[in-house]
């Protein structure tokens, strides 16, 4: 199985930038995706954006333009970086993992890090 952390939670002004971290851990090489998904009070859970182990990239189109994800193959880390944000970017942020083990297709969730945008 996979384990993710995060890091990088807090309260940051409007218009700031913040950058989170999710570190992996356990069997990364099964990993195919890894992604930032986010739920405010209230609402779904959705999804920021996500990265292939190939890089490549889908983000909401919500966030589009302001926020980037990038993949640190070698601390098996990714980056989620936001900027300007806003204060309905307020939510608490997860971090995802799909991969497949053997036959087995696989969705792993870390437990989340708030971030709170004041204005």
């Known amino acids: 199985q996979v384990q993710l952390v995060e890091s990088g939670r807090g309260v940051v002004q409007a218009g700031g930038s913040l950058t989170l971290s999710c570190a992996a851990s356990g069997n990364i090489a099964s990993i195919n995706t890894m992604g930032w998904y986010r739920q405010a009070p209230g609402k779904q859970r959705e999804l920021v954006a996500a990265?292939?182990?190939?890089?490549?990239?889908n983000y909401a189109d919500s966030v589009k333009g302001r926020v980037s994800i990038s993949r640190d193959n070698a601390k098996n880390t990714v980056y989620l970086q936001i900027n300007s944000l806003k204060p309905e970017d307020t939510a608490v942020y997860y971090c995802?993992?799909?991969?497949?083990?053997?036959?087995?297709?696989?969705?792993?969730w870390g437990h989340g890090t708030q971030v709170t945008v004041s204005s």
């Open positions: 990265i292939t182990s190939a890089g490549s990239t």
């Open positions: 995802n993992a799909r991969g497949q083990a053997g036959p087995v297709n696989y969705n792993a």
